[in-house]
């Protein structure tokens, strides 16, 4: 999807990968902005026709910790279902947490009311996937922009208005299309009305839930080249969920990689992209359009089957099911998220048979499913 998609080079300026995992999930050098320790969000299921009870749990996230520094961009990538949107929606507290802890500049808000959120509401924004579903077809862009100002009572110094051609200038819109409805834009050129709504309030975080999956190939790249003009020229840090390794690579400085409800990986980019050590990073990896195994010589997994349902995840580790490495103590021992001999600071991967330090080819392929496996066996046989 994103072969085509030219972005500017990534420039090392942001906040250094930390120097210790001591945290549990490795933090930006720069002062910590967003901590989340052992985060879960486990959506009830109800059975029964007459009367209701409570039969089981979505696991959508289930003890999750990373952290985040000021100016820091933190990429985080999975496969569809793995609860990424749901690790971004605790964040911005749209979603009530089961379990864990959310701290925001030192002040635990995990379960903060709506009233208790107020003063830092303005600081963490969110950015959504679809522009066409997040902007009111009814309202002109003057309104929309000026809205997150209405709703917190802000007046900035020359006016609403002024501050919203600003706003429409640094997304590079023009200010006379102030009074313009959402209609009478391209699909990109509402990307950056949102884009400017999460600037209207000087965020320090914001939360973008796939904000370029929804745009042809050939705008996803001016938009993600938006975006990361606005991380470091404005030095606002950045939790950026996409299911596509090639947009996060360019865009953040750590990556966490995320399986059924769990990071599996997480660290510098270097290390994720030259020296990733999970088998599941290394599957994503090998899937992404830029590992073409005729060019660099990297191994193709094919990451085949489903991930299975986080209503009753597998015991132990949870990609044992589709890992080509897995052995007994998979099924029972849960690798715990830390720094693997091998790894750097503030790089840690939670499995028990890690991989290579290494991204260079394998002597034959892997394929995850043992069905596709036999399939392929069979039709090889078939003259
Ligand atoms: N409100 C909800 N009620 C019940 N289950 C939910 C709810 N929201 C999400 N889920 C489930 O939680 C799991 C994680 O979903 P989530 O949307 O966070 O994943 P994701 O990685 O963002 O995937 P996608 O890229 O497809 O959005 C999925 O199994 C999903 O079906």
């Known amino acids: 999807m994103s072969e085509q998609v030219t972005l500017d080079q990534p420039e090392d300026t942001a906040p250094e990968p930390a120097k210790d995992g001591a945290s549990g999930a490795g933090a930006g050098g720069g002062e910590t902005l967003l901590e989340v320790s052992g985060l879960q969000k486990y959506f009830p299921i109800h059975g029964g026709f007459i009367v209701k009870r409570r039969v089981g749990d979505v696991r959508a996230v289930d003890g999750v910790d990373f952290s985040i520094a000021a100016g ?5 990538v999975g496969e569809s279902g793995c609860g990424k949107s749901t690790t971004g929606r605790l964040v911005t507290r749209l979603l009530e947490p089961t379990g864990g802890k959310i701290t925001y500049a030192g002040q635990d808000i995990t379960h903060r009311s709506r009233k208790e959120l107020a003063p830092i509401r303005s600081e963490i924004q969110m950015i959504f996937q679809d522009p066409y579903a997040s902007l009111n077809p009814r309202q002109t862009v003057g309104s929309i922009v000026s809205a997150p100002m209405e709703i917190n009572d802000i007046n900035p110094s020359g006016g609403r208005e002024k501050r919203v051609r600003e706003l429409l200038e640094i997304v590079g819109l023009n200010p006379e299309h102030y009074n313009r409805f959402p209609h009478e834009f391209s699909g990109g050129q509402r990307q950056r009305i949102g884009v400017a709504r999460a600037l209207a309030l000087d965020p320090k975080l914001i939360v973008a839930d796939e904000p370029v999956s929804a745009l042809d190939v050939s705008i996803q790249a001016q938009v993600v080249n938006l975006l990361q003009r606005v991380q470091k020229e404005l030095g606002i840090a950045f939790l950026f969920i996409a299911h596509d390794l090639a947009i996060v690579r360019h865009f953040s400085q750590r990556i966490a990689v995320m399986y059924l409800g769990k990071i599996v990986e997480i660290g510098d980019r270097a290390s994720i992209y030259e020296r990733p050590r999970h088998p599941y990073t290394h599957a994503l990896l090998s899937a992404a359009p830029e590992a073409d195994p005729d060019d660099d010589g990297r191994e193709r997994i094919r990451l085949a089957g489903d991930v299975p349902s986080p209503i009753n995840p597998p015991s132990g580790c949870r990609f044992r099911t589709r890992c080509w ?17 091998g790894n750097v600071a503030g790089h840690l991967t939670a499995c028990h048979f890690p991989e290579e330090p290494t991204i260079t080819a394998r002597k034959e392929d892997i394929v995850l499913d043992p069905a596709l496996a036999a399939i392929e066996e069979a039709a090889e046989e078939t003259p």
């Open 72 to 76: 820091e961009s933190l990429g985080m």
């Open 325 to 341: 490495k897995a052995q007994d103590k998979c099924a029972t021992e849960e690798p715990p998220l830390v720094q693997i001999g």
